[in-house]
């Protein structure tokens, strides 16, 4: 059974960073995709950031390029998205989620993904 297990995350002023974590059991992340995506109230989930199986490659909107970084540490099956110079419209629910897709090139719909992480609330005062 594949499970992602998120981290991090809170409340912080804007201007202010956080990390989130998500630690995946049951799936070899070294094989997938991964993306972080966010959902605020009354809005559609959208993705924040997306890499690649292999690494090499990485996708961020224009809203948060720049400011985040999503990342992964094959060697503890975890992918991180550090959150830099916060603003107030970052709040959300984070979620992590792995691609159905083995070996596949990153996307950036929710749809393409398969499992997803339970997501984490991020809160950005200004």
């Known amino acids: 059974q594949v499970q992602l297990v998120q981290s991090g995350g809170g409340l912080v002023q804007a201007g202010g960073s956080l990390r989130l974590a998500c630690a995946v059991s049951?799936?070899?992340?070294?094989?997938?995709?991964m993306g972080w995506f966010r959902q605020a109230p009354g809005k559609e989930r959208e993705i924040v950031a997306a890499?690649?199986?292999?690494?090499?490659?990485?996708y961020y909107p224009d809203s948060v390029k720049g400011r985040f970084t999503i990342s992964r540490d094959n060697a503890k099956n975890t992918v991180l998205l550090q959150m830099n110079s916060l603003k107030s419209e970052d709040t959300a629910v984070y979620y992590c989620?792995?691609?159905?897709?083995?070996?596949?090139?990153?996307?950036?719909?929710?749809?393409?993904?398969?499992?997803w992480g339970q997501g984490t609330q991020v809160t950005v005062s200004s």
């Open positions: 890499i690649s199986w292999g690494g090499g490659n990485t």
């Open positions: 049951g799936r070899t992340i070294s094989n997938y995709a």
């Open positions: 989620a792995s691609d159905r897709q083995r070996r596949g090139n990153f996307k950036v719909v929710a749809g393409a993904y398969d499992y």
